[in-house]
Nanobody, 118 residues
């Protein structure tokens, strides 16, 4: 089992630069990749960014150049630095982990709300 706890988020003005963090615990040695998803009201959950255990990163097109995902293996955390926020970035952001057992994002944090005011 892997446990994930997010922090950060809140109410931010457009153009702001908050940072989200996610701390992993449990069977962290089995984690293959971690990522951030988000879900806005009425929308499906969307994969925003991922980072593998080897440091390879991916981003959804809408955040490329604005968001940066990073991983601190020593602290078992990942971060999402969000810059130039837009109102359409408003969503609940979830940390997720993919393990080598299933190669699926099976583990989830509780989610943290990010609201961008215009």
């Amino acid at each position: 089992q892997v446990q994930l706890v997010e922090s950060g988020g809140g109410l931010v003005q457009a153009g702001g630069s908050p940072r989200l963090s996610c701390a992993a615990s449990g069977r962290i040695f089995n984690i293959e990749s971690m990522g951030w998803y988000r879900q806005a009201p009425g929308n499906q959950r969307e994969l925003v960014a991922t980072v593998t255990s080897g440091g390879l990163r991916t981003y959804v097109d809408s955040v490329k150049g604005r968001f940066t995902i990073s991983r601190d293996n020593a602290k078992n955390t990942i971060n999402l630095q969000m810059n130039s926020l837009k109102p359409e970035d408003t969503a609940v952001y979830y940390c997720s982990a993919k393990t080598r057992d299933t190669s699926r994002y099976d583990y989830w944090g509780q989610g943290t709300q990010v609201t961008v005011s215009s």
